[in-house]
């Protein structure tokens, strides 16, 4: 997993965080939905390029 990628993936992450917190505090049902989606796809890329890294020291291991 890059750093560029990491740094992306979690600042996606906060942002949907921040969107959440924002729709709670104006009662924005659209916008916390929006930053739940946010929050869970960054979660969801920073999941792959997890599996991606393990499978990348699996292979390491048998070279």
Do not use: H, P, W, Y
Not at 17 to 23: D, F, L, M, T, W
Not at 40 to 46: A, I, R, S, V
């Amino acid at each position: 997993m890059g750093t560029d990628d990491k740094i992306a993936n979690k600042a996606e992450e906060l942002k949907g965080r921040a969107k959440e917190n924002v729709g709670d505090l104006t009662d924005d049902r659209d916008l916390q939905a929006e930053g739940r989606a946010d929050q869970t796809e960054g979660n969801l890329k920073q999941a792959g390029e997890k599996v991606k890294d393990a499978g990348k020291k699996i292979k390491d291991a048998f070279s």
